[in-house]
């Protein structure tokens, strides 16, 4: 038995109070902005405004994502050094509050610059912006496993996490694309909505740091010592629980985020009405905010395993409504759209609070490094958000899609009609089945929920 394990009971199960706890949670707000309003933007800002076509804007957008496979692990070997040698990570939490500045020069693109030019500048500030991202996400997500917190106690810990990430994804869902002009939309608003959000995120992010801090004197961390770096990540990617999670988790990212970036276009061209692209995503994200306390109630009765097992599956089935397009009707869109808001929260709460579960069973095992077991999930969801809208933007390419600067408006042809509708419908079933498939083979979730 380790040192970790002859703690008190008392300390493993202290209840967090509701101010630091409401602290954290406000990071995430700014988190949020760069979650959704890339993932729901950027690739029809690059095809539809700055004239890329879809193939080179899928690779601009997936290109800086392959490179956090290797950055997101060691921003979480150098997390896990600031935390042997200065007992928290605060440096690198404050370094990721420069991301509002990558933000908002990610829809600065210059006015002369349109196509290849303009997709290379997307790039270069998506890579910079994603390693910031990484150093203020990794030492973040870090935080319910290094305090001496119970099973059970680390879900209500991402709950309100989740609801206030929720709300970060709601307001910026909803004010980018306001903010941009709308149908009107143009480089000027583009770049309007950039510094607006970029403020927001600064103050909600700082506001987190602070949450943190008093988080940890509310439930000092664990003093348990370890190993970092590459014996650290090879122990991580050894571990069975963690790889099945993390590729389970890959194919979940994968397909919210393709289903982010096919909402202007189904909006547009199978609703026939871009500004439904607000309603598709408050009838996406705003579910959450009712339902990820009901979320929290199932998995404590049923544990997280089970719950997010009919998460996904209800994700599956809601994409296959959506694939049957404008003859199912609106009302009943909107309501698939619902029924994947429900599946999102869940997909976003249970996750999260399972990572820590896996940490703290390698913990006992005797391995350490929570800093690099979450760079290499946030490095998976990065991926997934960069694979999500590459594989939409395949899907355009082989349906012959158009692409078209601010104003234009070009005649598509069926079959790139048919790859929007497909696209957002079939292509997320398929991936978030896959997901549950391999979500099957994690085993850990009955041994952890019996030792909380």
């Excluded at 000092?220 to 990540?233: E, K, N, V």
């Excluded at 005649?411 to 997320?428: E, N, S």
Aim: glycine fraction near 12%; proline fraction near 6%; include cysteine.
């Amino acid at each position: 038995m380790t040192g970790l394990d002859r703690r008190p009971a008392a300390a493993t199960d202290a209840t967090l109070p509701r101010g630091p706890l409401a602290g954290f949670a406000a990071g995430s707000l700014g988190m949020g902005v760069w979650v959704t309003v890339p993932g729901l933007l950027l690739l029809y800002f690059l095809t539809d405004v700055l004239a890329v076509g879809p193939w080179l804007a899928g690779l601009a957008l997936l290109l800086p994502k392959i490179a956090d496979v290797l950055l997101h692990p060691w921003v979480g070997h150098r997390a896990d050094v600031e935390q042997t040698r200065r007992g928290d990570r605060r440096r690198l939490l404050l370094l990721g509050c420069a991301l509002p500045v990558a933000f908002a020069a990610l829809f600065a693109v210059p006015g002369g610059l349109t196509g290849a030019p303009a997709a290379a500048w997307v790039a270069v500030f998506f890579i910079a912006g994603n390693l910031l991202f990484a150093a203020y996400q990794v030492p973040y997500l870090s935080t319910p496993a290094d305090l001496r917190i119970g099973y059970h106690e680390r879900t209500r810990l991402m709950a309100f996490r989740m609801v206030v990430l929720t709300l970060g994804i709601l307001a910026s869902g909803l004010l980018a694309p306001l903010l941009t002009g709308g149908d009107a939309a143009t480089r000027d608003g583009y770049q309007r909505m950039g510094v607006v959000l970029a403020v927001g995120m600064l103050v909600a992010m700082l506001v987190g740091v602070a949450g943190i801090a008093r988080l940890r004197g509310s439930a000092p961390p664990s003093t348990a010592s370890g190993h970092g770096g590459w014996r650290a990540l090879r122990t991580a990617l050894r571990d069975p629980q963690f790889r099945w999670l993390v590729a389970a988790y890959l194919a979940m990212s994968t397909t919210t985020h393709l289903v982010l970036a096919g909402v202007p276009y189904y909006a547009e061209y199978e609703l026939r009405a871009p500004g439904l692209t607000t309603v598709l995503v408050a009838a996406f994200v705003a579910p959450a905010l009712l339902v990820t306390p009901a979320w929290l109630v199932v998995a404590r009765r049923v544990g997280k395993q089970r719950a997010l097992l009919g998460a996904q599956g209800a994700f599956a089935t809601g994409s296959v409504v959506l694939a049957v397009g404008r003859p199912a009707g609106l009302p009943v869109l909107v309501a698939a759209v619902a029924v994947l808001g429900v599946a999102f929260a869940g997909m976003q709460l249970l996750p999260f609070s399972m990572l820590p579960d896996v940490i703290r069973a390698a913990s006992n095992a005797g391995s350490t490094g929570a800093g690099t077991y979450t760079g290499v999930w946030t490095a998976t969801e990065a991926t997934g958000a960069a694979l999500g809208p590459y594989a939409y933007a395949l899907c355009l390419t082989v349906g012959g899609f158009v692409a078209s600067t601010a104003g234009e408006s070009p005649t598509q042809p069926d079959a790139a009609l048919a790859a929007v509708r497909y696209g957002f419908g079939l292509l997320p079933a398929v991936a978030m089945l896959a997901a549950l498939l391999l979500q099957r083979r994690y085993t850990l979730d009955a041994t952890a929920r019996a030792a909380s």
